[in-house]
């Protein structure tokens, strides 16, 4: 027995927290050393026998809440109070109040100042980021569930799509972000798998215009590591994807005929090629040259040969499909990719280009027009745009030596004269 | 021996076990690691714990935990040379009782002493 009292006091001196049991009046019937501990600072030397007086920097008026909450299991729900001591440190005190049968109260104080602080640490926090995701411009800061679906939107979300919080919440990233070239569900499969991904694309913004995103998505863990939803971050990229573009497309475009230089034909005729091998679909390739154009240019000048290189683009371009490809590969010098072509559609294409060139009265000076014609060399393509580009070319060289205003197809079996 | 003579110390150090249980006060002995190396008779029947419970364990962190603040242990631990009385609450046997408590520590000596005296 003395063993079982001994241990128990033990228990008591050790408990980390504190307990006091009391009766209706007040009297301390026992309490642990850390009950008078968490106050020691702050109650009257003689009050320790009297749980009102120990009490009181925490409840004030315990006699008077007593008989308040008479009959009452919960005298007093968990409360806290923050007890500044005479030394300087501030500690909170959290206290609840027991009835476990009528007569006797249990007291149970715990200090919770660790734990408020650190509260304290994760509001600002809270705040902190609260202020920058609602405040931030041109970006929408907002989270999915796990299952992809808006489950947190905010300000910066209504700036910049438009969409308040009840229309948001639950659609999906491809409902916000318009991917050009994958569905978002892969974009988030791959976002768990690697933790990040971003992406790219269309999407409908607050004015109802289209306006260009660059999105990344995070992947949010919870507590043993596995997906638990996403933070995305969308930024309205419209003005560096139209400068980019507008870049790109100067840097392939001819600036005197507006169509694709020597870089921006390859480019794009390489695509298109692809695409023919794929899909088994024949294409032929023209090489163009204008006739004399020395001749033309020492007659009328860099100005007269320009407006006669605005001239022939023109004709060319009006002449074939708008999925055909015209390039201006340098000097005087054009090629065409038809796709879909095979070498006789080709040459029936080149030959109404010759005799459009031959119709044209390009006005170089007033009242002055320059006689112009065209030699073009056809050649159909076997995969190869580069081979295909120099057989045209070899094509071409015969239609010159053959005496120009002239189409020539190249075949295996040799060049045919298709003009004459 | 009285709480209150001036060589309390000289005359702890110099006090067998049977001098010691004989004292109206409790003294709690440590050794520079505050592990307890002296619980007398006085001060095991003011807590209800017995010395074989005590002996050997950290008494600011593993006896009572209560003086572990910067009134007791902060003393023991900062000040090489500490005599000082200090009024205070022990938890005794599940009563608030108020103490006298005299804080005992001398450069070089075996033993730190907390004194402790109900008032």
């Known amino acids: 027995m003395d063993d079982d009292l001994e241990r128990l006091y033990e228990l008591l001196y050790l408990l980390p927290v504190g307990v006091v049991s009391f009766d209706t009046e007040g009297t301390v019937e026992a309490a642990n050393p850390l009950a008078v501990q968490l106050l020691n600072p702050f109650v009257e030397p003689g009050a320790t026998g009297d749980a009102f007086r120990l009490l009181a920097p925490l409840v004030s008026d315990l006699a008077t809440l007593l008989d308040e909450r008479a009959g009452e299991k919960v005298v007093l729900a968990r409360q806290r109070t923050t007890l500044r001591r005479p030394d300087g440190p501030v500690s909170t005190v959290e206290l609840a109040i027991h009835r476990p049968r009528p007569g006797l109260h249990v007291a149970v104080l715990s200090d919770v100042t660790e734990l408020v602080r650190q509260e304290q640490e994760l509001r600002r926090e809270r705040d902190r980021i609260r202020v920058i995701v609602e405040t931030v411009r041109e970006y929408a800061i907002y989270a999915l569930d796990r299952d992809g679906r808006v489950d947190s939107w905010n300000a910066s979300g209504e700036r910049l799509f438009g969409l308040s919080s009840v229309d948001a919440m639950g659609q999906t990233l491809a409902q916000l972000v318009v991917l050009e070239d994958e569905g978002t569900e892969r974009a988030l499969e791959e976002a768990v798998f690697a933790g990040w991904r971003r992406l790219e694309g269309w999407s409908t913004g607050a004015d109802g215009v289209l306006f260009y995103t660059d999105t990344m998505i995070s992947t949010l863990v919870d507590g043993s590591g596995h997906p638990d939803g996403f933070v995305v971050i969308t930024r309205d990229a419209t003005e560096a994807r139209l400068r980019e573009e507008s870049l790109r497309r100067e840097a392939d475009t001819d600036p005197l005929t507006s169509l694709a230089n020597r870089r921006g034909f390859d480019a794009r005729a390489v695509r298109l090629v692809a695409a023919c091998e794929v899909n088994g679909v024949p294409a032929s390739v023209l090489m163009l040259d204008i006739d004399h154009f020395k001749a033309v240019n020492d007659t009328f000048g860099h100005d007269g040969g320009d407006i006669v290189l605005r001239a022939f683009a023109e004709t060319v371009a009006a002449a074939v499909r708008s999925l055909d490809i015209v390039g201006r590969l340098g000097g005087e010098e054009f090629a065409v990719l038809l796709p879909g072509a095979d070498v006789d559609a080709a040459a029936r294409t080149a030959e109404a280009i010759r005799a459009k060139v031959e119709q044209l009265h390009i006005e170089v000076a007033p009242g002055t027009s320059a006689p112009v014609t065209v030699s073009i060399g056809v050649a159909p393509l076997d995969g190869d745009l580069a081979g295909a580009l120099g057989r045209a070319d070899d094509a071409l060289y015969r239609a010159k030596a053959g005496g120009r205003n002239r189409v020539v197809l190249h075949t295996d079996t040799g060049d045919v004269d298709r003009t004459g | ?119």
């Open chain 2, 1 to 119: 021996m009285d709480i209150d003579d001036v060589d309390v110390l000289d005359q702890l150090l110099d006090a067998d076990d049977d001098v010691l249980d004989a004292l109206p006060f409790g003294v709690i002995g440590m050794d520079d690691d505050h592990q307890v190396v002296l619980y007398n008779r006085a001060e095991s029947a003011l807590s209800g714990l017995s010395p074989e419970r005590v002996l050997g364990r950290h008494f600011f962190s593993e006896v009572a935990p209560c003086t572990n603040n910067f009134m007791v242990a902060h003393r023991f631990e900062e000040e090489e040379t500490l005599d000082a009385f200090v009024d205070y609450v022990f938890t005794l046997r599940m009563k608030p009782t108020p103490v006298r408590l005299r804080l005992l520590r001398r450069t070089g000596a075996a033993r730190q002493y907390l004194l402790v005296q109900q008032t």
